[in-house]
């Protein structure tokens, strides 16, 4: 429904939402004037993206509790990485 470069955009800013690095608005509004898109268009599109991600954690958390049950929800939630994405300055 949506053509590749509104997919990459939405997860741009889906991500960057994600990481609680911006509020949202400002950020969908920069990136709809430079991918000159409609900014309504670009928020259906990341939110349907985040929709997404979040079915897609919440089966892989199922999953990892019932091949794991004796974990607890926290040592599941922990990141696999060594080192917390927030903390890289590009």
């Given amino acids: 429904m949506y053509p590749p470069s ?3 955009t939405g997860s741009v800013g889906a991500a960057i939402c994600g990481l609680q690095l911006d ?4 950020l ?3 990136l709809a004037k430079i991918t000159n898109t409609d900014v309504d268009c670009l928020k259906a599109c990341q939110e349907q993206i985040e929709a ?6 919440r089966q892989v958390r ?3 509790q019932q091949s794991n049950p004796s974990k607890t929800v926290d040592e599941l939630d ?3 990485t060594p080192t917390d994405v927030r903390d890289i300055n590009l």
């Fill in 6 to 8: 509104m997919i990459a």
């Fill in 62 to 64: 199922q999953q990892q």
């Fill in 52 to 57: 997404v991600l979040v079915n897609s954690l």
């Fill in 78 to 80: 922990q990141a696999s």
């Fill in 23 to 26: 509020d949202g608005d400002s």
């Fill in 28 to 30: 969908t509004d920069l």
